[in-house]
């Protein structure tokens, strides 16, 4: 078995974050949300300033192959092997110019085996392999919110009339957010295995007992710097956090790295029926744990997931669906 695949990314957009601008009313000045709506006092106030346009072009590609092979009349063993480079995109406005190189080094091998048992006893089967994810295009198009051409500025407890009064409008030089990708990002990999031992109860009925699990290296995590600190003579208050940011020219800044991991474990118990008084009947019981040591596999960096932090994750059933198909397939 062979094959190869190529994908033209094109990642086109002119969408700001927050084109129209965005009140928000906090608990804040010794009030809840609602009353700092009522009274007008809004704790902060975003907008965009200047052009997002950017049109990011790459290729994604894969290559595979495996094989089949009958070792003995019980033993049957699979092998195979993915390449999965993806290339750096590259804007062709111009406006854009990533830090990061293309990914070239995806090799992803996976193994698996099944053996049939003595008697009635039933199979074993077992799995494994390292499978990539990507860069997602949300993720690397952070890029376009950033100066010369486009600012992203937080005003702390502004006017609600002119929030942006004495700030000016040139985007390349009025204080701006940073959005930062690193110079050694790549994409994120998985190590997933699976062991399981199939029986039949009776003539109907089946059983099936295992295990799967992961360990996901090099997931996005999201730095939050230049934070607001404690200075002498500038009162603590939520006006002047952007005074007491250590660098003057910047709000908050947002570095992305690979800097998380994630880990499954779980223990599976299956019975199931092709028929029975004529239905087909299967249920599942699932023992497991998720835990992520920053953000998971989904994390994308942008947005509100921009924020996310070490804690227990919630189950995908996209990866539920994936290890079933493994364990199909004797992987």
């Given at each position: 078995?062979?094959?190869?695949?190529?994908?033209?990314?094109?990642?086109?957009?002119?969408?700001?974050?927050?084109?129209?601008?965005?009140?928000?009313?906090?608990?804040?000045?010794?009030?809840?949300?609602?009353?700092?709506?009522?009274?007008g006092t809004p704790s902060r106030?975003?907008?965009?300033?200047?052009?997002?346009?950017?049109?990011?072009?790459?290729?994604?590609?894969?290559?595979?192959?495996?094989?089949?092979?009958?070792?003995?009349?019980?033993?049957?063993?699979?092998?195979?092997?993915?390449?999965?480079?993806?290339?750096?995109?590259?804007?062709?406005?111009g406006m854009s110019q990533l830090?990061?190189?293309?990914?070239?080094?995806?090799?992803?091998?996976?193994?698996?085996?099944?053996?049939?048992?003595?008697?009635?006893?039933?199979?074993?089967?077992?799995?494994?392999?390292?499978?990539?994810?990507?860069i997602f295009p949300v993720t690397?198009?952070?890029?376009?919110?950033?100066?010369?051409?486009?600012?992203?500025?937080?005003?702390?407890?502004?006017?609600?009339?002119?929030?942006?009064?004495?700030?000016?409008?040139?985007?390349?030089?009025?204080?701006?957010?940073?959005?930062?990708?690193?110079?050694?990002?790549?994409?994120?990999?998985?190590?997933?295995?699976?062991?399981?031992?199939?029986?039949?109860?009776?003539?109907?009925?089946?059983?099936?007992?295992?295990?799967?699990?992961?360990?996901?290296?090099?997931?996005?995590?999201?730095?939050?710097?230049?934070?607001?600190?404690?200075?002498?003579?500038?009162?603590?208050?939520?006006?002047?956090?952007?005074?007491?940011?250590?660098?003057?020219?910047?709000?908050?800044?947002?570095?992305?790295?690979?800097?998380?991991?994630?880990?499954?474990?779980?223990?599976?118990?299956?019975?199931?029926?092709?028929?029975?008084?004529?239905?087909?009947?299967?249920?599942?019981?699932?023992?497991?744990?998720?835990?992520?040591?920053?953000?998971?596999?989904?994390?994308?960096?942008?947005?509100?997931?921009?924020?996310?932090?070490?804690?227990?994750?919630?189950?995908?059933?996209?990866?539920?669906?994936?290890?079933?198909?493994?364990?199909?397939?004797?992987?």
């Amino acid at each position: 078995m062979a094959g190869i695949n190529a994908t033209r990314l094109q990642f086109t957009s002119d969408e700001p974050e927050v084109l129209r601008g965005l009140e928000q009313f906090n608990p804040d000045f010794g009030n809840d949300g609602i009353t700092n709506l009522r009274l007008g006092t809004p704790s902060r106030y975003l907008v965009s300033i200047g052009t997002a346009y950017r049109a990011f072009r790459n290729w994604d590609m894969q290559a595979y192959i495996g094989d089949r092979w009958q070792a003995t009349s019980k033993l049957t063993l699979q092998a195979a092997l993915r390449w999965e480079p993806m290339t750096r995109p590259r804007d062709v406005s111009g406006m854009s110019q990533l830090p990061f190189d293309s990914d070239w080094n995806n090799f992803g091998p996976a193994l698996g085996s099944a053996y049939r048992l003595p008697g009635h006893w039933g199979v074993l089967r077992a799995g494994g392999g390292i499978f990539f994810g990507q860069i997602f295009p949300v993720t690397y198009g952070v890029d376009r919110f950033n100066r010369p051409y486009n600012s992203r500025v937080l005003v702390q407890a502004p006017n609600l009339a002119n929030p942006l009064a004495g700030i000016g409008t040139d985007p390349a030089t009025v204080r701006s957010s940073e959005f930062k990708l690193s110079p050694d990002l790549a994409t994120p990999y998985s190590y997933q295995y699976n062991f399981s031992w199939e029986a039949d109860l009776t003539r109907n009925w089946h059983f099936t007992a295992g295990y799967v699990g992961s360990r996901t290296h090099k997931l996005f995590y999201n730095y939050v710097l230049n934070r607001a600190v404690f200075v002498p003579g500038i009162p603590f208050t939520t006006a002047t956090v952007s005074d007491r940011r250590p660098d003057k020219n910047a709000f908050e800044i947002l570095d992305t790295h690979n800097g998380s991991r994630a880990y499954y474990d779980a223990a599976i118990a299956t019975i199931s029926t092709p028929r029975w008084h004529g239905l087909n009947l299967s249920g599942s019981y699932w023992f497991s744990k998720a835990i992520d040591l920053g953000t998971d596999y989904t994390f994308t960096a942008v947005g509100n997931s921009s924020r996310d932090s070490a804690g227990q994750s919630g189950i995908d059933s996209r990866s539920e669906e994936h290890t079933s198909e493994l364990q199909s397939r004797g992987l």
